[in-house]
């Protein structure tokens, strides 16, 4: 039987993306205790994958589609088809921002004043490459939770860290003082899957229909960019 193996993003978009697949007429429903959905349309599986993780089962091929925000795309330098933009996220439906984070009463004004420092990041490549196209070089660690604590602490001088309204970051008495990227969750498939006849048009099927979705949840159309405009084959290895 032929199946489109799709992933869902397991965590802070997953509600939201069962939603819009509701939306668009699909009914994901799930044991807590499972990464395997079920969903009903016989020609899908679906498993639920941590966003950060989505493009590269994704580029290997374990995933035919799956649906993952686009700065994970970049941190794995993965080479996949970004099929549809689809801008909604855990608290609202515009874009994500990671920043360069600092506390209220850090001497850290500016993006060249983080040279030599220490910060803190889930995004580490991407921040890599980021300072280093600029010319700043300082000392990256991964951060595996908890971000914003460590700089709330000083056991780090900055962190980047990604936000959609700033809210947390100013409870917490911490200041933005750079954006390195914007970002928005992306419809992404497999290169080979994209070149498979019936897989292409069950992509292309969902991908309109999930435009439609987001539409009905209040993003307007034109910022809904459909299968037909795929934007292609991407490598992603920069900012």
């Given at each position: 039987?032929?199946?489109?193996?799709?992933?869902?993003?397991?965590?802070?978009?997953e509600?939201?993306?069962i939603?819009?697949?509701?939306?668009?007429?699909?009914?994901?429903?799930?044991?807590?205790?499972?990464?395997f959905?079920?969903?009903?349309?016989?020609?899908?599986?679906?498993?639920?994958?941590?966003?950060?993780?989505?493009?590269?089962?994704?580029?290997?091929?374990t995933?035919?589609?799956?649906?993952?925000?686009?700065d994970?795309?970049?941190?794995?330098?993965s080479?996949?088809?970004?099929?549809?933009?689809?801008?909604?996220?855990?608290?609202?439906?515009?874009?994500?921002?990671?920043?360069?984070?600092v506390?209220?009463?850090?001497s850290?004004?500016?993006?060249?004043?983080?040279?030599?420092?220490?910060?803190?990041t889930?995004?580490?490549?991407?921040?890599r490459?980021?300072?280093?196209?600029?010319?700043?070089?300082?000392h990256?660690?991964?951060?595996?939770?908890?971000?914003?604590?460590?700089?709330?602490?000083?056991?780090?001088?900055?962190?980047?860290?990604?936000t959609e309204?700033?809210?947390?970051?100013?409870?917490?008495?911490?200041?933005?003082?750079?954006e390195?990227m914007?970002?928005?969750?992306?419809?992404?498939?497999?290169?080979?899957?994209?070149?498979?006849?019936?897989k292409r048009?069950?992509?292309?099927?969902?991908?309109?229909l999930?435009?439609?979705?987001?539409?009905?949840?209040?993003k307007?159309?034109?910022d809904?960019?459909?299968?037909?405009?795929?934007?292609?084959?991407?490598?992603?290895?920069?900012?």
């Amino acid at each position: 039987m032929r199946k489109l193996k799709l992933g869902i993003p397991k965590g802070s978009l997953e509600s939201n993306t069962i939603e819009l697949f509701k939306k668009a007429g699909w009914s994901i429903t799930h044991d807590s205790r499972s990464y395997f959905p079920d969903i009903n349309d016989e020609d899908i599986s679906c498993a639920l994958i941590r966003a950060q993780e989505m493009s590269r089962y994704v580029d290997d091929g374990t995933l035919d589609l799956g649906l993952t925000g686009k700065d994970w795309i970049l941190e794995n330098e993965s080479d996949v088809v970004v099929v549809q933009d689809l801008v909604y996220s855990k608290a609202s439906m515009r874009q994500a921002r990671w920043v360069l984070v600092v506390r209220e009463d850090s001497s850290i004004k500016t993006l060249e004043d983080i040279a030599g420092k220490k910060i803190s990041t889930e995004l580490v490549n991407v921040t890599r490459n980021y300072l280093k196209e600029r010319g700043v070089d300082a000392h990256l660690e991964f951060s595996w939770g908890a971000t914003e604590a460590k700089v709330v602490e000083g056991l780090v001088d900055a962190i980047v860290e990604v936000t959609e309204t700033g809210s947390t970051l100013r409870a917490n008495n911490l200041k933005i003082i750079h954006e390195l990227m914007k970002t928005n969750t992306q419809l992404i498939a497999n290169k080979k899957a994209w070149g498979n006849p019936w897989k292409r048009k069950k992509i292309e099927q969902i991908s309109i229909l999930l435009g439609g979705s987001l539409m009905a949840m209040g993003k307007p159309w034109e910022d809904c960019p459909v299968a037909p405009r795929s934007q292609g084959t991407h490598h992603f290895s920069t900012v």
